[in-house]
């Protein structure tokens, strides 16, 4: 089947770095992306759509400048988080449409800033 | 907007008992009704999806159903086992956009 890979699962940075966060589809191509963040105990909030050779469109109330996605080839997708603070500590998710309705979300990477 | 509402919240049950987990939607268009289980500190895995032209799934323990006209879909897990407790999410699709619903903690006893 369809096989996200999201990479790094864990990543601890300093306030005011940035920090990127890939996700590659291993073994089909990916025109369209997804990011979200997910607060603990909570659902899935996406946070913006990643449409190959293309800008990302965002949703309401993320900030475009700070999470920045680029999309550059059909098999991967990057998020980077921007000038870090404590508040953007979260795990973050990627998923991919995998043809007709499907998704495929990646492993997940679990942000900390400190 | 439109969206899924997902119940209950949290659900714990005895190993060997079933579970069943509801969701409830608006978008008449949507086509596409996902199941995914989440387990701590991982993304999200499809355990068993539906399409509007379906009423009934089954895959071994797990199974879904559909009702289109009252716009409500649900999971059943037969035989729970300990290896079930996750965070489970439904999600509808209308070709156009993913919702998912707030999740359902369940917590199997062995």
């Known amino acids: 089947g369809a096989v996200v890979s999201q990479h790094p699962s864990r990543v601890i940075c300093k306030s005011g770095t940035s920090v990127k966060i890939e996700c590659r589809s291993l073994?089909?191509?990916?025109?369209?992306m997804f990011w979200y963040r997910q607060f603990p105990k909570k659902s899935l909030m996406l946070m913006a759509t990643s449409n190959e050779g293309s800008k990302a469109t965002y949703e309401q109330g993320v900030e475009k400048d700070k999470f920045l996605i680029n999309h550059a080839s059909l098999t991967l997708s990057t998020l980077t988080v921007t000038s870090a603070h404590p508040e953007d500590s979260s795990f973050y998710i990627c998923?991919?449409?995998?043809?007709?309705?499907?998704?495929?979300f990646g492993s997940g990477t679990r942000l900390t800033v400190v | 907007g439109e969206n899924v509402e997902q119940h209950p919240s949290t659900l714990s049950v005895q190993e060997g008992d079933s579970a069943v987990i509801k969701c409830t939607y608006s978008d008449s268009a949507s086509n596409y009704f996902p199941w995914y289980k989440q387990e701590l500190g991982k993304g999200p895995q499809l355990i068993i999806d539906i399409r509007s032209n379906v009423g009934e799934k089954k895959d071994q323990r797990i199974a879904v159903t559909l009702n289109k006209t009252a716009k409500h879909f649900s999971l059943h897990i037969t035989e729970t086992q300990p290896e079930d407790s996750a965070v489970y999410f439904c999600a509808e699709n209308d070709n156009n956009d993913m919702r998912f619903g707030a999740g359902t903690r369940l917590t199997v006893k062995p």
């Open positions: 073994d089909f191509q990916a025109t369209t």
């Open positions: 998923s991919a449409k995998t043809g007709g309705a499907g998704y495929t």
